[in-house]
């Protein structure tokens, strides 16, 4: 089996080459970029299988880079940043990340989390067979075979996580979960107190499927207890 090719972005040369070698230890195939420039041109001549991106970086940073790949590819993101507070971790996860680990951090949690994005959005993408894998309610389709997502026919960009969190709940439609469940079973990784990961996907998620995420049709949330596709 072929091994992923992963694209690491950071303007700190120590940091990209130590990633790299880490990286290259578990046999993946790495590209490495300085600026977010360098990683729109890398990403528009070949295709990628994650990205570990730098959020403070010249030229384009991060946050911009990232909303520029998320107009033509669903790839991982993992995004690193110095920056610890709440508000940058949302910004970065709303934007269209799919993970967040701040500076300094241990290279072997980042290969954890690597692998698990990797998993992930290998087993999103997985061929099934069997028209019992397309999904329907009112408008929304989802075809799980292709790993897409449609409203009146018209095909909804997910990440893979907002794809994720939609599929885990709509397969288990009125069941509520978690939200340290859905962060167990979707990002494949223990859940740590006051993490808010999975309330900002769930927001992005609803602001891309329902007609007013503040009224939902399709994601509910259920006040102290977690969240829940359709109503009872």
Aim: contains cysteine; aromatic residues 8%; glycine residues 8%.
């Amino acid at each position: 089996m072929e091994q992923a090719k992963i694209l690491v972005v950071d303007d700190e040369k120590e940091i990209r080459d130590l990633v790299g070698i880490y990286l290259r230890n578990e046999g993946y195939e790495v590209i490495l970029a300085g600026t977010g420039l360098e990683a729109l041109k890398v990403i528009g001549e070949q295709e990628v299988d994650l990205i570990v991106l730098d959020v403070m970086m010249p030229e384009v940073n991060g946050i911009d880079a990232c909303m520029e790949i998320r107009k033509n590819s669903n790839v991982p993101i993992i995004m690193l940043s110095a920056k610890t507070e709440d508000i940058d971790k949302i910004m970065g996860l709303s934007v269209g990340a799919d993970d967040y680990l701040a500076k300094p951090f241990n290279p072997l949690e980042l290969i954890a989390r690597v692998k698990a994005q990797l998993r992930r959005f290998t087993k999103l993408n997985a061929f099934s067979k069997g028209k019992e894998n397309i999904l329907e309610e009112d408008e929304l389709t989802m075809d799980l075979e292709a790993g897409k997502v449609y409203k009146s026919g018209i095909e909804i960009p997910l990440t893979p996580t907002e794809y994720g969190i939609l599929k885990l709940l709509w397969v288990n439609k009125g069941i509520t979960f978690k939200t340290e469940t859905i962060y167990e079973r979707v990002w494949g990784q223990p859940y740590f107190e006051n993490n808010n990961t999975v309330m900002v996907h769930i927001r992005k998620l609803r602001e891309k499927i329902e007609e007013n995420p503040r009224d939902p049709l399709y994601v509910f949330t259920v006040w102290g207890v977690g969240y829940k596709f359709g109503i009872d």
